[in-house]
């Protein structure tokens, strides 16, 4: 496996209502906010499309 295929967690913060949470950066489903229910990431087949801001990648 190479360097770059490792997927990792990622802490992400809610445009909405700025809830900090952390998601899995090859999330194979659609991950909302847990306090507004906003989409944060959406599944691509690969790496996740996030909607929100990145705060760190843990």
Same mark, same amino acid.
């Given at each position: 496996m190479e360097v770059n295929k490792i997927s990792k967690?990622?802490?992400?913060r809610c445009a909405k209502? =700025?809830?900090e949470q952390?998601?899995?950066?090859? *999330? *194979?489903?659609l991950v909302k906010c847990l @306090?507004?229910?906003k989409p944060?990431?959406?599944p691509t087949g690969? =790496? *996740?499309k996030v909607k *929100?801001?990145?705060?760190? @990648?843990v």
């Open positions: 967690f990622i802490r992400v209502c =700025k809830n952390i998601i899995f950066g090859s *999330a *194979a489903s @306090v507004c229910e944060l990431c959406e690969g =790496k *996740a *929100a801001r990145i705060l760190e @990648v």
